[in-house]
């Protein structure tokens, strides 16, 4: 089976594909035969070594996919060959098999594409646990939304429009803007088109309820600007690549709240809920992750230069499963 392999940090292209020998799962795993796998900015990071977490090379990366359960392990009572799975975590998905405990793993609702369950994961969870437990979003309020058009930005739109907020989009091109108002988003704000504070006070006159922020850099001084008195800011990541200075005198003047967002924060209550709910909405078609581009495993190097040069519309795959193979979820 083949394997994206990371021997040494640095750019995408350092990234190369091996065969390696099938693995074989222990007491309490499975192997799965990989259909798709989400590519991530992190995973941009992780390969160059910039992320907040480094994973010594060499190794495999990939944070989330998609499969099917080929074989089971010892000890292993919840999972049977020919289930339908996702996987989390931190790397390890680029590979045509991978093998995985059965407490990392998730069976896919009956009725979901396995390729739409790949690309749900991490944007979608990090946008509802931000929504619902940090910004605390609800029906009626104001909500802007930096970085609009990418993973984490575009899955917040379709669930802060969900949870019946207004949505300011902001992103940085009218093809972005485009898709974040099929969506549901509101005001859409190009701010590469003029003074980015101006634009949002046009839109917002009375200010916004939250800022939800993925990308950091210049962008976050004047979307906090943009807060009512009392509002909300809600730092999620630094896609830019800039993390920002934030002048405190606007936090004291507009009694603004600055928070940060990590799954380990939210309470065990509100995150048993929160899966819930989303769980719910996926099932329901109420919300389905935007697949803006899919890539061959053997071109993975132009799929995570399309996600880290800000690219990317929505989610990107690699697509994993060789055409010849007979899955069931073969088209």
Known sequence: MRAVVCPEYGPPEVLRIEERPSPVPGAGQVRVRVRAAAVNFPDVLLVGGRYQIRVPPPFVPGSEYSGVVVEVGDAVDDLTIGDLVTFTGLVGAFAEEVVADVTKLTAIPTGVDPRVAAAFGVAHRTAFHTLRSVARVCAGDELIVLGAGGGVGLATVQLAVALGASVTAVASSAEKLAVAASYGATHLVDHRGGNLRDALRDA????????????????AEPALRALRRGGRFVTVGYA????????????????????????????????????????????????????????????????????????????????????????????
């Open 204 to 219: 917002l006159p009375d200010g916004a309820h939250a800022v939800i922020d993925p990308v950091g850099g210049v962008l």
């Open 240 to 331: 830019s690549g800039v993390i920002p200075a934030i002048p405190l005198n606007l936090v004291l003047v507009k009694g603004i709240h600055i928070l940060g967002f990590q799954f380990q924060d939210i309470a065990l209550d509100e995150y048993t809920r929160n899966e819930h709910e989303l769980a719910d909405l996926l099932v329901s078609g109420r919300v389905r992750p935007h697949i803006g581009a899919t890539f061959p495993l053997d071109k993975v190097t132009d799929a995570l230069r399309h996600v880290g040069e800000g690219r990317a519309i929505g989610k990107v795959l690699l697509d994993i499963t060789s055409d010849t193979e007979d899955h069931p979820w073969n088209d």
